[in-house]
Every structure is written in C-alpha cells, then in structure tokens.
C-alpha cells in the first residue's frame, strides 16, 4: 500500500485546522481563521495545488486578516503551483516543515512504556510544560477540539509526554507531541507514536502523516517508525506594507 499523496495530507490537515474553533470563514476552496490574537492558528489554508481565482482569494483573505489587525499568513504545501503571485504580493516564507507519511500495514510493536488515554485539561498542562513556556493557550485550544484523541506515555509512574491524533477519512493526522524536558530520549515519543499508529488503524484510517522540524529529534523518531518523506509544509506571511497586485 503507498503513502497518501500529498493532497490527501493537505485534504486532512484542512479538516484539522477547522477544529480549533474561533471565527472560520471560507472563500470559495480557501478557508482563513482567527482564534487569538497571539496563537499560530490566524492561518488560511485549503490552497490545494489550484491556482484558478488565486489572487480574488487572496484579496479576501488579506482583507480578513487586516481586520483583524494581523498580517496575512497562508500555510501551503510543496505541490501549490503559483509561487511567484505570492511572491509579487509581498508573501515570504516564515516555516518550512517537512511531511512525512506512511501506509498503516506492518505498524511497529507497542513498547514497554505505558501509553494511556489522556482527559483533555490532563493533555492541556501537561502538554504546555512539555513544549514550554508560551504554549499553554495553545495547548488548552488543542485540548478543546472535536474529534480528536489525546495520548500520555508514562515513565517512573508518572505522566511525562503527550500527544494527539485525529482521523479523517482514510488519513490520520498525528501531531501536538511533546515530552518534558527532563524524562527526552528514554522512549516516550517512540511509545506514543507506535500507540497512536494502532489507534488509528483501529479507527479505520488507511494512512498516516506527521509534520516535524527538518532535522529534529522527530524527525528522526518518525522515520524510525516507517514514516518517508511526503513534501513539505510552507507558511508563507505577507508584508504588511506591501501593496497588492
């Protein structure tokens, strides 16, 4: 079986975006979001690999966005096709995020770490300590979605490492892993991914896929659990000065 392509990927993850609740409003195939005014998910997004009526999108993108008093900030993936009308319109790359997946036949073995269900205000504090300061009004919007399943892996008898999965359709979308400081590198990440793989195999997915930082220690870790290298994950943010075209 092969990986999704990377529309399927981009197809979930506009499906995840929209979970997060705040103000979502839609213009034709790209939908654009404001939560807070502090958080990563004042995105649009859905840009898939279309280019027709880009620029009327966009238009109405930017003028949300504005009235909220923020830059426009797209999140795209490797197969959009239209770069240089960014590029005229004042866009620039913030992020770049690779992403992987991997078919949900011959899934690695649970480990000896135990991996539990986590209740969402348990996943909110314990995901915030794990990816650190800052990152507690994020992780308590994350706790709050739908559809969505949290993980603890514990080590020494205690909760140390949290992480999150979402199926949609025959793709699982796994992300919001993390674990504290102090217990990286005995496991818990490799515990949490194995579990969530069977979760969503359980669930009925077909694929999974991930996003990670090039180079990390994630990385590392999904391509140990059989994840390859489906494209990447751009966000793109817009000067605020520039004027359109």
């Known amino acids: 079986m092969t990986p999704p392509l990377l529309a399927d990927i981009e197809a979930a993850e506009t499906e995840s975006l929209g979970l997060y609740g705040g103000e979502l409003v839609r213009f034709g195939p790209v939908w654009a979001s404001f939560a807070d005014p502090n958080l990563p998910v004042n995105v649009a997004w859905g840009f898939g690999s279309h280019s027709d009526g880009l620029d009327r999108h966009l238009d109405a993108v930017e003028a949300f966005f504005a009235r909220h008093s923020l830059p426009s900030r ?21 992020r770049m995020l690779h992403v992987h997946a991997r078919s949900l036949e011959n899934l690695p073995q649970l480990t ?107 990385e590392r870790n999904v391509q140990r659990a059989g994840f390859v290298l489906a494209g990447a994950r751009l966000t793109l943010v817009r000067d605020q000065s520039a004027s359109t075209v």
């Open 112 to 218: 000896g770490v135990q991996v539990r269900a986590s209740p969402p205000d348990e996943f909110a504090a314990l995901s915030a300590r794990a990816f650190g300061p800052g990152n507690g009004a994020m992780m308590a919007r994350t706790a709050a979605r739908p559809r969505t399943e949290f993980f603890a892996a514990e080590l020494e008898g205690r909760p140390v490492s949290a992480a999150a999965l979402s199926v949609f359709g025959r793709v699982a979308w796994l992300f919001s892993a993390a674990t504290c400081l102090e217990f990286r590198g005995r496991g818990a990440q490799t515990a949490l991914l194995a579990a969530r793989l069977h979760a969503a195999k359980d669930a009925g997915a077909l694929h999974a896929a991930v996003v990670t930082t090039p180079g990390s220690a994630s």
């Open 74 to 94: 797209l999140v795209l993936y490797s197969h959009f096709p239209a770069w240089e009308v960014l590029s005229l319109r004042g866009y620039r790359l913030e």
